[in-house]
Structure formats: C-alpha cells, structure tokens
C-alpha cells in the first residue's frame, strides 16, 4: 500500500497525526500521491513503479462515549515505528467481511463518503468494540471501487508501470466493481465506469 511505498524514505505522516488521534482512511488519496511523488523525486522512472492498493479495510474500536452516528472516532493511541498514533489500533478486515458487516443491519450509520481522504466509511455497534467484550462503537474505514478508480486513474496519468491489489482472493466475482474499476488504469479514466 502506500505506506509501504514512503517506508524507504523519512517516517510517512499517517493520517490518524494529522489532527487528533482518530480513525482515518489506510490509504488516503493524497497519502498515495505524496508517496508516489517521493519516489518521482528521487529519480525512478515512473515506468518502474507498481501501486498498491488495498482490497480491504480496517476496524478501529472507538474510545468509550463515542456516539454510534457520529462523525470522528477517537482512538487509542497505540504506538508503531516511532508514531505514536497509528492504525495499530485497528485490524485488517476484508472487503467482503466489511460489505457483509455493512449489509447486516447491524451498521449504526449508512456508508459515508470522506473526501478530504478519498475513502468510505461507517460506524457499528459491536461486541467487542468497547472496552474488553463489552459492546462499543466501531468504525469501519475501506477502499472500493470508487476510491480506488481515482487511484487507478492517478497511477495511469502519472505513467506508472503497473498497479497491484492486496488482495485479489477477497473478491471472487470477475465482474465485480472492483474489478471493472481496474479499467480506470487498463484503458483510461474517459472510457471505463464506476459505481458509486
């Protein structure tokens, strides 16, 4: 993903130090480009860089007495690589997992668009998303089609050699949005479309 891309260079700001320590976007659209252009500054042909892209989201727990509709979720602050605000304080969830979570009934906010990051998201109320296994307020932060054809699109407009999903095994139907979202960087962004 686009952390791994700025690893190379000074410590990436992650989202979540941007401002107060709350959940953000894996991968927000500016992060992707900032990481990218670090590479292009260096002098490496854009036609030797693959992007990758997640094909999942995260789950971050929100700190007791966040309401279950609201905007920001504030998170602990769990330290890694010298930050101590990071998405550490989350986990890894699939595309599929958080699609049937969104679907369930069981999500406290419909899907919410961020466009300051690029990315989806939306908030439930689970066990386990408080303190201990006591029920809490989690939000849920994903790339799908969407986000990620902007993504696609940036990576072709800026020459880029090719573009890499993580993972591919989450989403099994080839016609998928996921998959047609890819157009945007196979074919261009004028000739493929996306649902929103």
Same mark, same amino acid.
Not at 63 to 74: D, K, M, N, S, V
Not at 85 to 99: H, P, T
Not at 183 to 194: K, M, N, P, Q, R
């Given at each position: 993903?686009?952390?791994? /891309? ?11 130090? +941007? ?10 659209? *500016?992060?992707?480009?900032?990481? /990218?252009?670090?590479?292009? =500054? ?14 999942? @989201? ?27 605000? *990071? =998405? ?14 969104? @679907? *369930? ?8 668009? =961020? ?11 689970? =066990?386990?998303? @408080?303190?201990?296994t006591e029920p809490g307020v989690v939000q849920y932060w994903y790339d799908d089609a969407r986000s990620l054809a902007a993504k696609y699109a940036y990576a072709r407009a800026a020459g880029l050699r090719g573009v890499g999903p993580y993972t591919f095994t989450d989403v099994a139907r080839k016609e998928d949005p996921m998959y047609t979202?890819?157009?945007?960087? +196979?074919? @261009?962004?004028?000739?493929?479309? /996306?649902?929103?």
């Open positions: 993903m686009h952390r791994q /891309v700025e690893k190379r260079r000074a410590p990436p700001i992650p989202p979540q130090v +941007l401002d107060a320590c709350i959940a953000a976007a894996n991968a927000p659209f *500016s992060g992707t480009v900032r990481g /990218v252009s670090r590479y292009l =500054d260096l002098g490496i042909p854009p036609s030797q860089l693959v992007l990758g892209v997640p094909w999942y @989201g995260y789950r971050y727990p929100c700190l007791r007495g966040t309401a279950p509709t609201a905007r920001f979720c504030p998170i602990a602050q769990v330290a890694f690589r010298g930050v101590n605000c *990071s =998405d550490a304080a989350g986990s890894e969830v699939g595309y599929k997992e958080i699609l049937r979570r969104l @679907g *369930s009934g069981g999500a406290a906010t419909a899907r919410r668009w =961020d466009a300051n990051q690029g990315a989806h998201y939306f908030n439930a109320v689970e =066990d386990g998303g @408080g303190e201990g979202a890819l157009d945007h960087f +196979l074919i @261009g962004e004028g000739e493929a479309s /996306v649902a929103a």
